[in-house]
């Protein structure tokens, strides 16, 4: 019998109380210097250091507690309090259960009444139209004991498998609120062991996996180097299978040679009458022994499934053959009701410069519009996570002063990537105003843009004709590849994604358009959990495509 063991590691610090409330709106409580982590020491352990815990004064006497760039419980009703979350890899062959063991815990407490009357409740996960939700009141029962039931703790989520490999998500809820004696208790430090009475197989040989899932794994889970001789990156990509209309047969055989002057074999399949029959096609082939990395879809009227918790169109849907959540191939659409919408996209696929080291490739623009206090900080991290990677130009601008006129203009001067948060109504953005005319009179030819987005509907192919995802992709500009919500962006997932997204890039851990996208995507998915949100999006774009300012991932230490 194996005893396997996870070990978090958290060092304790002494609480700051070094702040005026009658005099402030926010507080931080600081535990000593640095930020906050949840990271990797070895295969067996974890370093948890919580830096800092924002204390400010809410509405009818609330007061929020947070821990800067986590999100919350988002419970309707109860209180949100901040929950910390990282994915592990599991050693291969270990069959569990796992549970975890806590000790040597230190927490400190203060009193909850010097700031407030009661910790500020959720409003759950709220869309981001306007007018679109209502208010949630506190629940009686979750403000009356000690919540959460348990105190400051760790648990774990059920194991999953993703593709090749099975992980498990570690949860610190580190603040826990007596409400009948008005005192929050902080956990700032305790040791916490994964382990698992299961027994694990012999030795084997390293797996040999796609080389771009074996970086989408090495950004997704913190102890992935502990793990990472055993698994052997692919020496070239993995097979692309082309679903097609019938009528745009010849655009999906230039798009397959175009694949397979990338090294890539490419498999040519008409699009079934049903998205259940494309599903069993796609899974059929991921089951072969050659396997599926990628899946592109050609033509607007190619069924995709609907979303079980969105109802609508999900090309995502196609992404999971092996059951859950996990994507486990990377899927993107061209989509357009025409062959000359089809042929336009093929074009700039083709033109498009991989290699290219012109300074355009490392300018990067956004917009960000205020819609629930969390964008503008959302979009100085992706800026600043694009600075960090070598971009000369990483600036934004404020939604609600942004003009469209000076939007395109940053976009006709060439841009690496644009990134935009706010509005959207199908077939345009909001905040400010930009419709697919103007993104049809874009004059940045032989520079598209890499597009990070949450805005509303703006990815609804089969609702709006076109939407503003397949706009951006059939103007001779506009964007390479962007990945749009279908239904209403809602929640908090989202704005994650964007900053992942901006992560995996200056990471280096993905170049091309799919693995960036879908790994940001699963990060986001370990860091909010969020099954809408991983129905909501499709990629407009080829998803095999390399990106000109993306770090190559450097695999050649376990390629044997």
Not at 377 to 397: A, D
Request: glycine share 10%; aromatic share 10%.
């Amino acid at each position: 019998m194996a005893r396997t063991g996870v070990v978090f590691t958290l060092v304790a610090f002494e609480i700051l109380f070094g702040f005026t409330p009658s005099n402030a709106l926010v507080w931080t409580l600081k535990h000593g210097e640095g930020s906050t982590r949840l990271d990797a020491l070895s295969a067996t352990r974890l370093h948890f250091n919580l830096a800092s815990i924002d204390v400010a004064k809410a509405s009818d006497g609330a007061v929020s507690l947070r821990v800067p760039s986590w999100p919350t419980l988002g419970i309707p009703g109860e209180p949100d309090l901040p929950i910390l979350r990282r994915a592990m890899l599991l050693p291969r062959g270990m069959d569990g259960p796992w549970r975890v063991e806590v000790r040597d815990v230190h927490t400190e407490v203060f009193t909850l009444a010097q700031f407030g009357q009661r910790v500020q409740h959720s409003q759950g996960r709220q869309s981001m139209c306007s007018g679109k939700n209502h208010t949630v009141f506190p629940r009686a029962a979750a403000y009356q004991g000690v919540y959460p039931v348990g105190g400051a703790k760790v648990s774990l989520a059920p194991p999953h498998v993703w593709r090749d490999v099975q992980g498990i998500v570690v949860e610190v809820r580190p603040i826990a609120v007596d409400h009948d004696k008005s005192m929050v208790q902080v956990m700032h430090s305790c040791t916490i062991d994964l382990v698992s009475d299961g027994t694990q197989a012999t030795a084997t040989q390293p797996l040999v996996i796609d080389r771009d899932f074996y970086g989408a794994y090495s950004f997704v889970y913190g102890n992935w180097e502990h793990y990472a001789n055993d698994f052997i990156a692919a020496d070239k990509p993995g097979r692309v299978l082309v679903v097609y209309d019938s009528q745009f047969e010849p655009q999906a055989r230039k798009y397959a040679d175009l694949v397979k002057q990338r090294s890539q074999e490419a498999v040519l399949y008409e699009a079934g009458q049903s998205s259940s029959i494309i599903k069993d096609r796609i899974a059929s082939h991921y089951k072969e022994a050659a396997g599926l990395s990628y899946v592109v879809i050609i033509g607007r009227d190619v069924p995709t499934p609907h979303g079980s918790q969105t109802g609508k169109e999900c090309d995502n849907c196609y992404a999971m053959p092996s059951g859950g959540l996990s994507l486990d191939v990377f899927v993107g659409r061209l989509s357009s009701e025409s062959a000359s919408g089809i042929e336009t996209q093929l074009s700039k696929f083709q033109a498009y410069d991989a290699s290219s080291t012109s300074a355009w490739n490392t300018r990067a623009h956004g917009s960000a519009f205020n819609l629930a206090g969390d964008e503008y900080s959302t979009m100085t991290s992706i800026m600043g996570n694009l600075g960090g990677m070598g971009f000369s130009e990483h600036s934004w601008e404020h939604g609600s002063s942004a003009s469209a006129q000076g939007l395109f203009a940053e976009m006709n001067k060439g841009l690496g990537v644009f990134s935009y948060l706010g509005h959207g109504q199908g077939d345009a953005w909001d905040t400010p105003m930009m419709q697919e005319s103007g993104i049809h009179s874009l004059t940045n030819h032989d520079m598209p843009f890499f597009e990070i987005d949450v805005s509303c509907d703006n990815g609804a192919f089969q609702t709006y004709s076109p939407c503003m995802g397949e706009a951006l992709l059939t103007a001779p500009g506009g964007a390479i590849a962007t990945m749009m919500h279908a239904p209403e962006a809602r929640g908090t997932m989202c704005k994650h994604y964007m900053v992942q997204a901006s992560k995996v890039l200056s990471s280096g851990k993905a170049d091309r358009v799919g693995p960036v996208y879908f790994a940001a995507l699963q990060a986001a998915q370990v860091q909010d959990p969020d099954e809408y949100a991983v129905q909501a999006y499709n990629v407009f774009g080829d998803p095999t495509l390399q990106l000109a300012f993306a770090s190559k991932p450097s695999r050649s230490a376990v390629i044997v």
